[in-house]
């Protein structure tokens, strides 16, 4: 009887203790965690390293808004404070160091036989017109759009919080507002220089040529150059890219959602980046990387002896529709050239 009723403990027990194993894994199972998400200790870090999604209930209609924290957002964010920045850091240090070591081997790109005295019409006022007003909203967008990815890191510890917030709320509006005259800028400048820049087999020789960078060469080129046609169709195509995805931000969840959303953000940050180091490259050669060249579109003309080195063919189809007699004798030179 005593063995029976010591065998009967046993049985109890150890059902009894299978039984709590069993109901301590059902409890642990229908809780992700042992966090308890109600607890007022839990850590924000915490929750989301063990909840995928944090949602919560709301009242008013804008339901996405019930959505606090979600895995692609958080892939976003390390994005933007990541990913672009690298990317950013990469593209624009990069191009600037490769011109200044250009800038330092090869220096300025000289009118090899010097100035003729002669000049020729290159861009009417219009042209120029477009040109810089595009150009000078590009500068701004690219200055207020770079204070968006990398103005925390670089520029709230140099100033005070109050005045990174004043020029950040300045620099957004203007990134906002400039962003229309911008893409005005882009449609003209796609209907008004198409005409002279589609590629075609003097490109193909001009570039296989080194474009007259490398060494001395001077290859033929008609009014736009391999290079010139190839800097027109990154405004076109970018600036197309960005307005597209810029303006799919500043009127948002007008028939996107939350992944749209995000990745235009994505879109629009790297193609600004690529953008602004392709424009760095123009602006070099458009300055100190050619001499005569910045005239073409601050004054509208440049030397003959310019036209002929850089744009031999297009001198002559210039020549042969206008005659000689559209130079015109240059007032003074400029000194220090
Ligand atoms: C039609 C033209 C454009 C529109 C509509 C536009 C619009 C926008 C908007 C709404 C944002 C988001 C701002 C925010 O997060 O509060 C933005 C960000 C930005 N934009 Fe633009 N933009 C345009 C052109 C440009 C251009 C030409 C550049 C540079 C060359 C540029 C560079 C940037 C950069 C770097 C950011 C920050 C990206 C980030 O850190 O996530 N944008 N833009």
Redesign the pocket.
């Known amino acids: 009887m005593t063995t029976l009723l010591a065998r009967v403990r046993i049985v109890v027990g150890a059902l009894t203790l299978l039984g709590f194993a069993v109901f301590s894994h059902l409890v642990a199972a229908q809780q992700p965690t042992s966090v308890d998400p109600a607890g007022s200790a839990v850590h924000e870090e915490q929750l989301l390293q063990q909840f995928k999604t944090i949602q919560g209930r709301g009242s008013i209609p804008d339901v996405k808004s019930y959505t606090i924290e979600q895995p692609a957002g958080r892939d976003w964010r390390h994005f ?1 404070e990541v990913t ?1 920045r690298w990317i ?1 850091a990469v593209a624009i240090v990069g191009i600037l160091a490769v011109l200044v070591i250009f800038y330092l081997t090869r220096g300025m790109v000289r009118i090899e036989s010097g100035r003729s005295g002669y000049k020729i019409v290159r861009f009417g006022a219009y042209e120029r017109f477009v040109h810089w007003m595009t150009a000078t ?2 500068i701004v ?2 200055l ?3 204070n ?2 990398f103005g925390r890191p670089l520029l709230l510890p140099l100033m005070s919080p109050e005045a990174f917030t004043a020029w950040s709320e300045w620099a ?1 509006y203007a ?2 507002y400039l ?2 005259p ?2 005005l800028g882009v449609i003209l400048i796609f209907f008004m220089w198409i005409a002279g820049n589609i590629p075609n087999r003097v490109d193909v020789e001009w570039f296989k040529r080194g474009g007259g960078m490398v060494g001395h060469d001077h290859p033929p080129a008609e009014r736009f150059n391999g290079g010139q046609k190839a800097i027109y169709w990154i405004v076109v195509l970018g ?1 197309t890219a ?2 597209v ?3 799919t ?2 009127f948002p969840f007008y028939g996107t959602d939350i992944e749209t959303m995000q990745s235009a ?2 879109v ?2 790297i193609i ?2 690529l ?2 180091a392709a ?1 760095l490259g123009h602006i070099y050669i458009g300055t100190i990387g050619m001499e005569g060249a910045f005239e073409a579109m601050g004054e509208g003309t440049v030397d003959i002896n310019w036209a002929k080195e850089h744009h031999a063919l297009w001198l002559e189809q210039e020549r042969a529709r206008t005659g000689p007699a559209q130079s015109q004798r240059q007032p003074a030179a400029t000194p220090g050239e």
């Open positions: 933007h672009l950013g909203c590009f967008l690219a207020s759009g770079l968006i990815t957004k990134h906002n962003s229309f911008f893409t600036g960005v307005a995805s810029g303006y931000l500043i953000t994505m629009h940050g600004a980046m953008f602004i424009m």
